[in-house]
């Protein structure tokens, strides 16, 4: 069964820092582009940032101005986001997905979800 | 930044109706690099359509898509006791991978 299983989220300070984790399992996940989805509650979906199979080429939003970093471990078939400088707006339900396609051609809409983990930036 | 407008914001129908939602970008999408989902309170969301028009595996054969260049449109063909939802557009043909707002879809 294909799986997704983000961990890492909590309550944050703002100006603080969190690394979510998303493990994955049921395919093979070096030969996926992954992404990372947010959802504030009440609100839509926003697309915060996506990576190539090989971890080699990021794409980001442009609200993010920096302050986020994605990354994976294809050894540990698991992505990760670093967030840091923390601000309020950025209290939401973050989602892991899989990019569809197959090993000959990417594309990151996003064919598989996780449950998402929350994140609440607060004093 | 590729901005999508989605419309209505909500389309109140009944069932066995037909649903039609649409989605607008402000710039070309290319190849037509435009899927949709479909959000369930309390659920992740569910990729129903990608490339514009290609059904996601599992999806029933009453959702379809088309357009291209800016303009796209989801159809449900009847309306059924499930499908009523949150749909959400979403352009991956240029980053960033921009979604739209939405379009719910409620019982009349």
């Known amino acids: 069964e294909v799986q997704l299983v983000e961990s890492g989220g909590g309550l944050v300070q703002p100006g603080g820092s969190r690394r979510l984790s998303c493990a994955a399992s049921g395919f093979t996940f070096n030969i996926y582009a992954m992404n990372w989805v947010r959802q504030a509650p009440g609100k839509g979906l926003e697309w915060v940032s996506a990576?190539?199979?090989?971890?080699?080429?990021?794409y980001y939003a442009d609200s993010l101005k920096g302050r986020f970093t994605i990354s994976r471990d294809n050894s540990k078939n698991t992505l990760f986001l670093q967030m840091n400088s923390l601000r309020a707006e950025d209290t939401a339900l973050y989602y892991c997905?899989?990019?569809?396609?197959?090993?000959?051609?990417?594309?990151?809409?996003?064919?598989?979800w996780g449950k998402g983990t929350p994140v609440t930036v607060s004093s | 930044e590729i901005v999508l407008t989605q419309s209505p914001g909500t389309l109140s129908l009944s069932p066995g109706e037909r649903a039609t939602l649409s989605c607008r970008a402000s710039q070309y999408v290319s190849s037509r690099f435009l899927a949709w989902y479909q959000q369930k309170p309390g659920q992740a969301p569910r990729l129903l359509i990608y490339g514009a028009s290609s059904r996601a595996t599992g999806i029933p054969d009453r959702f379809s898509g088309s357009g291209s260049g800016t303009d796209f449109t989801l159809t449900i063909s009847r309306l059924e006791p499930e499908d009523f939802a949150v749909y959400y557009c979403q352009q991956y043909g240029n980053s960033p991978f921009t979604f739209g707002p939405g379009t719910k879809v409620d019982f009349k």
């Open positions: 997905a899989k990019g569809g396609g197959d090993e000959h051609h990417n594309f990151f809409y996003m064919d598989v």
């Open positions: 990576i190539s199979p090989g971890g080699s080429t990021t």
